[in-house]
């Protein structure tokens, strides 16, 4: 049973950063790719990032490269979203997900099967 559980969301100013952490359990993560989707209000859940775990592979939305950063520590079976130049618009609830997959594949939420409760990040302009 995979257990996810993400923490590290809050209140920041616009340009402000957070560091969203990912706790991974319940098996050997080394075949699957981690990623993160995101929810606003009255909004559908769109893809963020992505990592494969083995290969190290990332993968990025648009509206997030080159201010967001997915990493991973294999040790603590940790995935981890460093979020920069945070903008009014990354506000929403950030979601963890898993799916068994060594590459991505596709990135729509729909073929992840294992979900974390979430954290919301809200950003003030």
């Known amino acids: ?10 209140l920041v100013q616009a340009g402000g950063s957070l560091r ?3 706790a991974a359990s319940g098996r050997t993560f080394s ?3 981690m990623g993160w989707f995101r929810q606003a209000p009255g909004k559908e859940r769109e893809f963020v990032a992505g ?6 592979r990332t993968y990025y939305a ?8 997915i990493s ?15 903008k009014p618009e990354d506000t929403a609830v ?9 590459v991505a594949g ?7 099967g294992s979900w974390g409760p979430g954290t919301q990040v809200t950003v003030s302009s």
């Open 31 to 33: 075949g699957y790719t």
């Open 72 to 86: 991973k520590d294999n040790a603590k079976n940790t995935v981890y979203l460093q979020l920069n130049s945070l």
């Open 106 to 112: 596709s990135l729509d939420a729909a073929t992840f």
């Open 1 to 10: 049973q995979v257990q996810l559980v993400e923490s590290g969301g809050g």
């Open 20 to 22: 969203l952490s990912c």
């Open 51 to 56: 990592i494969s775990w083995s290969l190290g």
């Open 94 to 102: 950030y979601y963890c997900a898993a799916k068994r997959a060594v």
């Open 62 to 69: 648009d509206s997030v490269k080159g201010r967001f950063t």
